[in-house]
């Protein structure tokens, strides 16, 4: 496989996870993706972020963030965000300890 077409493949299945993670299960809460997974959607906005930031496009965190949810963030935390429970909350302190 040539690196264009690596390349075509990777920017789908990413598209396509952006497409789950918006769309599909907008229920399924970050807390829970970092205790699950050791990610979440402001990590996968971050990395955006990084990635333009990496290749001279200037994109600030609200931009990145903006740019992955399809919307500011405030207006996603508002229409899916749930309180964490405190188990969800003592699971991510414990998991991030380092």
Do not use: V
Not at 19 to 29: C, E, G, I, V, W
Not at 34 to 60: D, H, K, P, V
């Amino acid at each position: 496989m040539d690196d264009a077409t690596r390349t075509e493949i990777e920017a789908a299945a990413f598209r396509r996870l952006q497409q789950h993670l918006m769309d599909d299960r907008p229920d399924a809460q970050n807390i829970d993706m970092m205790n699950l997974a050791g990610f979440c959607r402001n990590c996968l906005s971050r990395w955006y972020q990084e990635a333009a930031n990496e290749r001279g496009i200037a994109m600030t965190k609200d931009e990145g963030r903006a740019a992955f949810y399809k919307m500011p963030f405030d207006e996603w935390k508002a229409k899916h965000q749930t309180d964490a429970t405190p188990e969800a909350k003592a699971a991510f302190a414990d998991s991030h300890k380092h």
